[in-house]
């Protein structure tokens, strides 16, 4: 009987340790998931930007504005691509994903 009840207590033990690794997981999930369309919100958001913008301009001072935002883009590109790389590369690994939004990824 004691042999019994002292593998319940340690089933009952694991249980309860599997339960808050869960719980943790759970948590770290939704942020990812809100995080990632944030993500997705921002993307669509620089392509109807993109899609609605006027044709390039003439003068020398419109193409050095578009320029600038154009570097913009493509900086906010390269974020967005090391970021699907970085979470794609390590899905195991979803501290990766917040070190990278706490951080701004510079």
Not at 60 to 82: C, S
Request: hydrophobic letters at 35%; aromatic letters at 8%.
């Amino acid at each position: 009987m004691e042999e019994l009840e002292s593998s319940f207590a340690e089933i009952k033990s694991k249980a309860e340790s599997r339960q808050a690794d869960l719980e943790q997981t759970l948590t770290v999930a939704e942020k990812f998931w809100d995080n990632l369309n944030g993500v997705l919100a921002t993307l669509k958001e620089l392509q109807d930007n993109m899609d609605s913008a006027d044709p390039p301009g003439l003068d020398p001072d419109t193409i050095r504005d578009e320029q600038d935002v154009l570097e913009v883009f493509i900086h906010g590109r390269k974020y967005l691509v090391t970021t699907h790389f970085v979470l794609r590369g390590q899905p195991g690994s979803l501290w990766t994903w917040q070190s990278l939004i706490s951080t701004g990824c510079n």
